[in-house]
Nanobody, 113 residues
Framework: VQLVESGGGLVRPGESLTLSCVAS????????MAWYRQAPGKQREWVAT???????DYLDSVKGRFTVSRDNAKKTTYLQMNDLKPEDTAVYYC????????WGGGTLVNVSS
């Protein structure tokens, strides 16, 4: 399985970004997918989940600002990020929620004034 994240960049506080993650080499729609992030000097942390059926979950600090979605036909997971804060600065990764595949390269989100 290959995961390729994209959409990161340098933005100012309060701005928005949408991240994308394309999965290849696997059946996609049966898996619950998640976004994770790793800030400089910190461990990778879970950010959001979109279940294979219905429903989503979010890290408390991103609730109301981030929205996770998926397009099963495109084998793509999205993370819409609004009202970005400096503490959101990190490399963002996607993977399935459990028994993760090999991690992709991630995409860097840098929130700075």
């Amino acid at each position: 399985v290959q995961l390729v994240e994209s959409g990161g960049g340098l933005v100012r506080p309060g701005e928005s970004l949408t991240l994308s993650c394309v999965a290849s080499g696997t059946v996609f729609d049966i898996h619950s997918m998640a976004w994770y992030r790793q800030a400089p000097g910190k461990q990778r942390e879970w950010v959001a989940t979109i279940y294979s059926g219905v429903g989503t979950d979010y890290l408390d600090s991103v609730k109301g600002r981030f929205t996770v979605s998926r397009d099963n036909a495109k084998k793509t997971t999205y993370l819409q990020m609004n009202d970005l804060k400096p503490e959101d600065t990190a490399v963002y990764y996607c993977n399935r929620l459990t028994d993760q595949w090999k991690w992709g390269g991630g995409t860097l989100v840098n929130v700075s004034s």
